[in-house]
């Protein structure tokens, strides 16, 4: 309906994964490619979680298209199922016709012509969609079959998406076995509301548009409020935030377009939150996928948390999550006000956004003191006089860990791993230099490293703690890790090679 007004060639914000929609930042990028490593050069069973609409099966999609043509890809979507048509799904889609025959009979041929793929060069990896809607019985049945190996080498991987429930199953005593074997996991976070205006701008591009950004800051902040950083949300209220503001004949998404589509969403809060979990790793020399969360918590932001259940029903928030969305842009943003709540609604709105609404008093502008400019030591001094040698200037905490890094990385018998606290494009001095002040308060700031890198294009930082010899030393280093930044980061492995050398 609204395309043409929007100069669009498609739905920007569908529901249903569509892989050239896919957004590679906020960590998923990195995600895909430390599956993709996992899948070709490793073994070991893997498992990706997040909440619902967090992004898996959009992940699952792009894992498909990423995978060489030697890995033949199973793909369950359905995984409701025993562990006989379990059986009877791989061999279907390995073209085996093994209808009616005994379980035995099936895995024996399975494993014949999993060798004889071996034999060729090629792998075979199951992905199991919504897996924690799997029994249990067939989830050992998943582990049976990764059982299956020719010498050293595993015949098939096993690549597990699921809800946090999935977590829980695996907690059984009776599935230890498989918890046991799951090598690489992964945890996809919402995304954070500094990204969401980047996601929203991605999916409007990807849709044909080719105009300024369209989600004013105090829209983009409401979308990120309400939506909890799913993904799945964003593109609801962005959708028929689109939609009000082509009702209403403007381009400009604005406050009032999204509480409109807040209100239309019929979304229920979910007052319990989970902690964030940290994205486990064990093995294997890669560099895993780091959240932005710990970004957000270096940001002095609070973090934004996970709903505990998966919800099966509509999602909304309730008037009281609104009216808390709406203080906090009229807090941070005492001029969008105006723009929350139309004049003709105003009257209509029901009391908790009419309260959040009003004038909010503007606090004194603060005094800043500047420098007087220094004058060239030639004016300022007498010919006869001597030079004045010019002033040391202190070196600053974020150049003294710059140094501190180059030379840890230009040693040759320096570790081989370090652990990555997070990354982050925003690199102004001041946000580094508070961070790093508090790591020296804990008296830690000589184990902090600080990698400069590119982040779609933008200058950013890489954080990193210590220099390790093995990956195991490194595992040990996450867990003595203060429990701040254990809170506050998802800490990762991160290899240290010759292309992270700085210029």
Known sequence: MYLEHFGLTEPPFKITPVTEFFFSGANRGEILDALVYAITDGEGIVKISGEVGSGKT???RMLLDRLPSNIKAIYLANPSMSRDELLYAIADRLDLDLEGKRVNII????????EAMYERGERCVVLVDEAHAMPLETLEELRLLYNLQVGKHKLIQIVLFGQPELDVKLEQTNMRQLKDRIVHHFNIL???????????????????YKGPDVFSPAAVQLIGKASQGLMRRVNILADKSLLAAFVENTHSIESRHVLAAIRDSEMTSNRNLLNRKSISMTGGAILFAATLAGASWFMGQQNTHLPAQAATQPIVVAQADVASAVAEVVASSPAAAATLVPPAEAA????????????????????????????????????TAAPTAPVAQPQTMLQQRLDATQAMLAKPERGNVSIQLFYTDDIRPERMERFLGR??????????????IKLSGKDGYRVLFGNFSSNEAALT?????????????????HMLDGSQNMP
Not at 443 to 448: D, N, Q, R, T, V
């Open 107 to 114: 895995l024996q041929t399975l494993q014949n012509h999993l």
């Open 439 to 452: 790591a020296q308060r804990l008296g830690i700031l000589a184990e902090i490293y600080i990698v400069p």
């Open 348 to 383: 209509n709105a029901e009391a908790p956004v009419v309260a959040v609404a009003a004038p909010v008093e503007k606090s004194p502008a603060p005094v800043v003191a500047t420098k007087p400019a220094v004058k060239h030591a030639a004016a300022a001094t007498p010919a």
């Open 190 to 208: 919402p995304i954070s509301r500094k990204v969401i205006n980047d996601y929203l701008m991605f999916r409007m591009r990807a849709a044909g």
């Open 58 to 60: 959009m992940l699952c």
């Open 477 to 493: 280093g996450i867990q003595d890790l203060p429990q701040r930044y254990k809170d506050a980061f998802a800490p990762t492995l």
